[in-house]
C-alpha cells in the first residue's frame, strides 16, 4: 500500500514559477513510477510527467515539455515538480499517481494523491 500526499499548490501569476511536492508513504517508493497528471475544470486528466524508479527515465506532456521539472528523491519518499514559465492554461488540479510501468495513461496508475490546486492568473 502507498498512500500519496501533494503539497505547494497555490497562486502564481503567468510567467512566473512553482514547486508542488508529493510525498509518499511506504517502503515500496523506490519501486514505482512516478507521475503528475493535472485535470482543469470540464477536462480529463492529462498527463504532465511522470519518472522512473531510478530516475533515469522522464517523459512529459507535450503541453509542459521544456518549461517543467520532475524530479524524486528516494531518501525523502518525494517526488516534485518544478513548474516554470508558467500560463493561465495551467491552471489545474496537480494530482501525483503511482504505477508500475511508464505510462501515460490514468487508468495503469494504482495509487493517487488527493491534488492540489495550481492556478496562474494572466
Known amino acids: 500500500q502507498v498512500q500519496l500526499v501533494e503539497s505547494g499548490g497555490g497562486l502564481v501569476q503567468a510567467g512566473g514559477s512553482l514547486s508542488v511536492s508529493c510525498a509518499a508513504s511506504g517502503r515500496t517508493f523506490g519501486n514505482f513510477v512516478m507521475a503528475w497528471f493535472r485535470q482543469a475544470p470540464g477536462n480529463g486528466r492529462e498527463f504532465v510527467a511522470h519518472i522512473s524508479g531510478s530516475s533515469t527515465v522522464i517523459n512529459y506532456g507535450k503541453s509542459v515539455k521544456g518549461r517543467f521539472t520532475i524530479s524524486r528523491d528516494k531518501a525523502k519518499n518525494t517526488v516534485y515538480l518544478q513548474m516554470n514559465s508558467l500560463k493561465p492554461e495551467d491552471t489545474a488540479v496537480y494530482y501525483c499517481?503511482?504505477?508500475?510501468?511508464?505510462?501515460?495513461?490514468?487508468?495503469?496508475?494504482?495509487?493517487w494523491g488527493q491534488g492540489t490546486q495550481v492556478t496562474v492568473s494572466s
Open positions: 499517481a503511482a504505477a508500475r510501468g511508464l505510462l501515460t495513461q490514468e487508468n495503469g496508475y494504482i495509487y
